[in-house]
């Protein structure tokens, strides 16, 4: 009777919950970059969009990767492009733009991170942006999330929109327009000649 070998099959599951864009720091590969691309399903892109206030989210993609930075940090470096559709500043019509951003983000110890705060505090060096205090966790969803939030036009606005004279004052007080702003305008300008008469 002959024997039948049966081989051993070995299934290697992912460290990482990649689904989710949840990545644990200490399953992370400290020898080469951890690749990742996002691109959410329609119920996913719904949802961003209602987190974020927006008509309509389309072609979201967020690609990348994590990278060991130094003996304790970790870099994530990737391109996110997505199709939002906003509510138009004026006419409240939808107003579609296309993003292209490039993201960053460093994650280091949160003792290191206090010190590079409290040295920028002390000196006229800009304040990092970009570094954040390591967790347990690598989340590239929120990292997706908040780079979309800061990369929307802050002000959408339709071809065909036209911006009208906005008039501000407090409560009790006529409001100044720019016709009424016109004379003094014109009184300026009778005193820079007066004041230099070489010029006029």
Not at 21 to 37: D, I, M
Not at 97 to 105: D, G, K, S
């Amino acid at each position: 009777m002959s024997r039948i070998q049966v081989k051993e099959i070995t299934t290697i599951m992912p460290p990482n919950d990649e689904i989710e864009g949840q990545y644990r720091v200490a399953a992370l590969s400290t020898r080469h970059p951890t690749r990742f691309e996002i691109t959410p399903n329609d119920a996913g892109r719904k949802e961003i969009a209602r987190e974020l206030g927006l008509l309509g989210l389309r072609k979201l993609r967020f690609k990348g990767q994590i990278a060991p930075k130094g003996k304790r940090g970790w870099i994530l470096t990737g391109d996110l492009g997505a199709t939002v559709v906003q509510a138009c500043v004026v006419t409240t019509d939808p107003v579609s733009t296309r993003i292209e951003t490039e993201v960053l983000r460093r994650y280091e110890p949160e003792d290191l991170v206090f010190q590079a705060q409290e040295a920028g505090s002390e000196s006229e060096m800009p304040e990092d942006d970009s570094l954040e205090p390591l967790g347990e966790v690598i989340s590239v969803n929120d990292v997706l999330r908040e780079a979309l939030s800061l990369a929307l036009p802050t002000y959408p606005r339709s071809d065909t929109a036209e911006m009208g004279e906005a008039v501000f004052a407090d409560e009790g007080i006529a409001p100044m327009t720019d016709d009424d702003a016109k004379p003094f305008a014109g009184l300026k300008s009778l005193r820079d000649a007066l004041e230099n008469p070489d010029k006029s």
